[in-house]
Every structure is written in structure tokens, then in C-alpha cells.
């Protein structure tokens, strides 16, 4: 079993930043993806960004070039710096950790990003 705990949400003014993190521990295996994804009330879960533990990473087209995930594979560890916020931007964020197959697919409770002013 695998157990990720995610800090980091809060409140914050459009225009403004917030890192997230999220660690990992239990039965970590490598190679893996660590990733965000966030909901919205009312809209489906949507990918943030991911990163694998070789280094690949990926963003989802609303956040790209705003967004920057990172990891600290020793910490078992990703953040993710986000920059210039929106109002767009407010939802519950979680943390997935997975190995590219259902029996190795892990999600974190989530941590509620606001943007509002």
C-alpha cells in the first residue's frame, strides 16, 4: 500500500502563487509518475501535470507555461509551483502516484485551492 499526503492549499488573490506538495510513502516502486489533478464543483477530474521519475513530465493545456511540477525522488516527494492564479484555477488538487497499470494506482485526499479576491 501506498500513502501520499498533500499540503500546501489554502487561499490566495488572483495574480498570486502557491506550491503544493505531496509525499509519498509505503511501497514506493520505481519507475513511477507522480502527478496533480484537480476537480472543480460541477466538472470532471482534469490532469495538472505529471512527471515521471526519469524526469518526463506533462501539463495540462490550461495551466501550461503558469505551472511547474517538480520532484524530490529521495523524499519520495512532488510539488507543484503555481504561478499567476485564476479564478479558473480554484478546485481540490490531488496526488496521484502510479505505475501505468490499475493495481498501482494510488490518490491522495486532496488539498482545496481558492482564487478569489
Known amino acids: 500500500q501506498v500513502q501520499l499526503v498533500e499540503s500546501g492549499g489554502g487561499l490566495v488573490q488572483p495574480g498570486g502563487s502557491l506550491t503544493l506538495s505531496c509525499t509519498a510513502s509505503?511501497?514506493?516502486?520505481?519507475?513511477?509518475?507522480m502527478g496533480w489533478y484537480r476537480q472543480a464543483p460541477g466538472k470532471q477530474r482534469e490532469m495538472v501535470a505529471r512527471?515521471?521519475?526519469?524526469?518526463?513530465?506533462n501539463y495540462g493545456d490550461s495551466v501550461l507555461g503558469r505551472f511547474t511540477i517538480s520532484r524530490d525522488n529521495a523524499k519520495n516527494t512532488v510539488y507543484l509551483h503555481m504561478n499567476n492564479l485564476k479564478p479558473e484555477d480554484t478546485a481540490v488538487y490531488s496526488c496521484?502516484?502510479?505505475?501505468?497499470?490499475?493495481?498501482?494506482?494510488?490518490w491522495g485526499r486532496g488539498t482545496q485551492v481558492t482564487v478569489s479576491s
Open positions: 512527471l515521471t521519475s526519469e524526469g518526463v513530465d
Open positions: 509505503g511501497n514506493i516502486v520505481s519507475p513511477n509518475v
Open positions: 496521484n502516484l502510479n505505475r501505468w497499470v490499475t493495481t498501482y494506482n494510488y
